[in-house]
């Protein structure tokens, strides 16, 4: 704040004739223009001899008011012996604030004294800023630590704070914060990209809305507003504010990225059967794992951080799934173990597609992550269970090794055939579409012809006869069996 035209009367000894002494001076000039105002900015005290000036000086002080200069600093003993009545009589009558500056005053003084009074200034509000920036760090460093550091800040800038998380959700608002505007405005700009700072100015006060994170897509956002508009100071401590919280933030995602890389090992020891040893690793982050039986749910990657305070989740290795077609359908992928009786509940909480398995053992778990990843990959947005998927319930009551035996032992002359998997291909196809050779030859592109003599084909090498229901109803087993 520049010093006010009273402290420099009071320090320079000025004698004040005319006009109020609160306004604030910025800078001193020197002119002995009869119209200086085209080089004034305003806030200016102007210093003067007269030497040019004389008869009726109203136009002269109507254009130094219209001009908005702090005050006219008449210098006497060279032109004037004194300080003209007339001129003191127009200062009195438009408001403009006139001061005597005596001979033995010189001008450069004046403008030293400002100087100084400015500088002087400039430094109290760096030091208040570092003053409240000291105390936000040291809010950082508390418990609460970024409640503290939005507490603070409502206190250092005399009005209120809110703090959202990266979705517009308020997390944390002092008392009288504008949360609804703040995350309205949000919303407005949704879609479009974020500045890094908002200002915004009303009836009700000024806001100031900030991002938070280094990234294209903010972690977070917060706010801050008062009555009065902000001065340069709170705008230092409001920056220095949302480093704070994004530094606090960044550490926090840190913290969870190392604690999911830990979850994926332990994921990693159970499906190598070291039970003992991955719950051992998994004490150590105060995480345990659900007691037999449980569920796997497969959820969409962006999903783990809702659930993951609650119950195991971490990414879906890439080879978890066991067989190709699990992989494929992976893509993307989180996998949560829930125990059996919590697992509609945790699905139902979970947004996007999921995937959940039959009941399972943690020898099962490969079996399980597999069942999950292949419901997942049915689902079109809710919530599918592998029980549920047509002929794939009955897979999953049988030993996995029996099964996929039998299925070798059954398909294995199509798989031989002069290495022909379009055989294979084919009679999933035919049978998928229940003997509709049109529908099975548009499926797999052919013509239907094509598709009769792969057929017969199938028919020869197996022995079977693909007309009885018996033994559809085996070869689609062999083929869902084959996929585990």
């Not at 949302?242 to 933030?249: E, F, K, P, Q």
Request: proline share 5%.
């Amino acid at each position: 704040m520049a010093p006010s035209l009273r402290t420099v009367v009071r320090r320079m000894g000025l004698r004040s004739l005319a006009g109020p002494l609160d306004s604030a001076v910025r800078w001193v000039a020197v002119s002995e223009l009869e119209d200086p105002t085209p080089f004034l900015e305003g806030d200016e005290l102007l210093l003067t001899t007269g030497m040019r000036l004389e008869g009726d000086f109203s136009g002269y002080v109507a254009r130094l008011v219209a001009r908005g200069v702090a005050g006219l600093g008449f210098g006497v003993g060279l032109s004037h012996d004194e300080v003209p009545p007339a001129l003191v009589a127009a200062a009195e009558e438009a408001g403009l604030p006139l001061l005597e500056v005596p001979r033995e005053t010189p001008f450069i003084a004046i403008g030293k004294t400002v100087g100084e009074l400015l500088a002087a200034e400039q430094y109290e509000e760096i030091t208040r800023a570092f003053a409240a920036q000291g105390r936000l760090t040291r809010a950082a460093l508390r418990p609460e630590g970024l409640h503290a550091v939005v507490d603070r800040l409502a206190a250092e800038v005399g009005g209120w704070a809110v703090l959202l998380d990266e979705t517009g959700q308020v997390r944390h608002a002092t008392r009288g914060a504008r949360a609804e505007a703040v995350t309205g405005e949000l919303g407005r700009l949704r879609g479009t990209r974020m500045p890094a700072s908002l200002s915004l100015s009303g009836p009700e006060g000024h806001v100031v809305l900030q991002p938070l994170g280094g990234g294209a897509r903010p972690r977070g956002y917060f706010a801050v507003g008062a009555r009065e508009a902000f001065t340069p100071v709170a705008h230092t401590v409001i920056n220095a504010a949302g480093s704070l919280l994004t530094l606090a933030l960044e550490q926090g995602g840190a913290q969870r990225e190392a604690a999911r890389r830990v979850r994926q090992a332990v994921l990693e020891l159970l499906l190598a059967g070291e039970d003992e040893r991955a719950r051992a690793v998994l004490d150590a982050l105060g995480g345990r794992l659900p007691g037999e039986p449980f569920a796997v749910l497969a959820v969409p990657a962006e999903a783990l951080e809702s659930v993951e305070a609650t119950v195991f989740a971490t990414r879906l290795p890439q080879a978890a799934g066991g067989g190709a077609p699990a992989e494929g359908a992976a893509g993307g992928a989180g996998v949560v173990l829930v125990e059996e009786g919590a697992a509609d509940e945790v699905a139902g909480a979970v947004e996007g597609a999921v995937g959940v398995s039959t009941a399972c053992r943690y020898g099962e778990l490969r079996a399980g992550i597999d069942q999950a990843v292949r419901a997942r990959a049915a689902s079109r947005g809710g919530v599918v269970r592998f029980a549920e998927l047509a002929g794939q319930g009955l897979v999953g009551l049988l030993d996995p090794a029996v099964a996929q035996a039998f299925a070798t032992a059954l398909l294995g002359p199509l798989t031989a055939y002069g290495a022909r998997p379009d055989l294979v291909a084919s009679l999933r196809a035919y049978l998928e579409c229940n003997g509709h050779w049109d529908a099975a030859a548009q499926r797999l592109g052919v013509h239907r012809h094509t598709l009769r003599y792969r057929m017969r084909r199938v028919a020869e090498l197996l022995g079977r006869d693909l007309d009885d229901p018996a033994v559809r109803a085996e070869l689609w087993f062999a083929l869902e069996a084959a996929r585990r």
